[in-house]
């Protein structure tokens, strides 16, 4: 067996022991999930389309335009269809901390409360 052969089956054993420990896990590659600590809005309804992932800390904010939402922040959010800022516009769905909503309506701006 030649050395390159070797070190070829030395590699493909050793990933075959670590059981694809070098693999990303499938949670953190799912375009349909948000990151824990996240505040996540989706172009589509049902958790589609494009992702906006944003860090978030209590304030209100723009939003980029989303159809279906994610809340895993320690926060409770209220979504918004907004027309000046904040408080202004149509409130679509308040959020607990670990919950979503995959039709809530157009939503372009937050409002962010600590508890």
Partial sequence: MSILK???????LAGALLG???ATPAAAADPNTCPKGKVCGWT?????????VE???PGCYPFKTARSV???TKYRIEFWDI?????AGTKRVT???GTYSDNPGVI????VYAK
């Fill in 44 to 52: 589509g309804k049902n958790r589609t389309g494009t992702r906006t």
């Fill in 55 to 57: 860090t978030v800390t």
């Fill in 108 to 111: 372009d701006g937050i409002a």
């Fill in 70 to 72: 994610s809340n895993q």
């Fill in 95 to 97: 959020l607990k901390p």
């Fill in 6 to 12: 070797k070190g070829v089956t030395t590699v493909a």
């Fill in 20 to 22: 694809g420990s070098f």
């Fill in 83 to 87: 027309t000046l800022g904040c408080g």
